[in-house]
């Protein structure tokens, strides 16, 4: 419990700073966030790049190259994310989730101790998806992290343009979104079964 408390209070006084989190804002999630209905997690399940969002902490250590492999394990999943870090070095980090309705794509999971959902906003399954997840914190603040996804290193705009929509309509300031680097210069590991 120390160690929530500490990390509470660091990330509480960090948004006091001029340079705080770019996740880290004062106020509450935005209520009313609606994830898909309908969702069907084996469409969903493979290999997703990150085009680009709002990095939460442990995603500072990908910050390139990142792919994400969802695979359905009991009644949820695990989202397994892997890139390269500041200094080209490959990191694997795996989450387990877990989804209490199947047809309704919110995951819970947790972080720092702390549990937090993650919604699918919005998705064609084939080609991009929009991931939100928003934590209130100490009552004054709230975390707030985006992810656009694409089933390629590349996404078009059209696309781009629809998860930023749904990413504003949950509260995320469309500027605070960052691109992912993907491409050519990548040597992606394969796809996990």
Aim: aromatic share 10%; proline share 6%.
């Amino acid at each position: 419990m120390w160690a929530v408390t500490t990390f509470l209070c660091v990330f509480v006084a960090l948004a006091g700073a001029s340079s705080s989190p770019s996740f880290l804002k004062r106020g509450h999630c935005k209520k009313g966030v609606e994830p898909v209905r309908d969702f069907d997690p084996n469409q969903f399940v493979g290999r997703w790049f990150r085009i680009g969002g709002v990095r939460n902490p442990d995603e500072d250590r990908t910050i390139t190259c990142t792919t994400l492999d969802f695979r359905v394990k009991g009644t949820g999943m695990d989202m397994t994310a892997q890139g390269l870090d500041h200094a080209d070095e490959f990191t694997m980090r795996v989450t387990p989730l877990s989804l209490d309705d199947p047809n309704v794509a919110s995951f819970g999971l947790t972080s720092n101790n702390r549990p937090v959902s993650l919604e699918v906003l919005e998705t064609d399954y084939t080609s991009y998806a929009c991931l939100f997840s928003c934590t209130d914190i100490a009552k004054t603040h709230f975390a707030q992290f985006a992810w656009i996804l694409s089933r390629q290193p590349t996404l078009n705009k059209t696309q781009i343009g629809k998860c930023q929509l749904a990413l504003k309509e949950a509260g995320v300031a469309v500027g605070k979104l960052k691109g992912t680097r993907q491409g050519g210069q990548c040597n992606y590991p394969p796809p996990l079964p």
